[in-house]
């Protein structure tokens, strides 16, 4: 994966890939980045703001309307991507490296923490993932009735 959106006049070039999100000089690892999304600025405006958050901050950053679906995709692959690194287990804890297999498999969490969601946020993220394109009408439909219990 591999997109870079340049930026014009004052707004700094985008670049996701794999290691993550570099904005302008400034890097963001991948396992540090979350609730990526585009908020779009006023109506017939030449920019669009990118915002998530890194570091214990909320970071926004504009970027040409005219890159709109290219910057999508490009969520839409580094979601994927950091979904990916989290089922694999991503790089272990040090202390974990050198210890023996079963030895870290009992150090190792079994399950991630249950977080309750309310099922109408879930449909509402779920709405701006069709709004963006990353999901078809069919399945927020079908995601829907299941999280409503319709």
Partial sequence: MYYQIEGRMNMKTLT???????VGKQ?????????LKITNAPLFATYGILT???GGKDISVAFPRSAIDKLRRAIHDF???QMVRRKA??????????A???????????????????PYEEVKKLKE????????EAEFQKKKKELLQL
Wanted: hydrophobic share 35%.
């Fill in 79 to 81: 979601e994927h991507e």
């Fill in 129 to 136: 993932l069709l709004d963006m394109g990353i999901v078809t």
């Fill in 89 to 98: 287990g991503a790089p272990q804890d040090k202390s974990v490296q050198g």
């Fill in 27 to 35: 890097s963001y690892p991948i396992d540090d980045i979350e609730n």
């Fill in 16 to 22: 996701f890939d794999e290691e993550g999100l570099t």
């Fill in 52 to 54: 998530f958050h890194s």
């Fill in 100 to 118: 023996s297999a079963p030895a870290a498999e009992a150090m190792q969490p079994s399950a991630q923490p249950v977080r309750y969601m309310d």
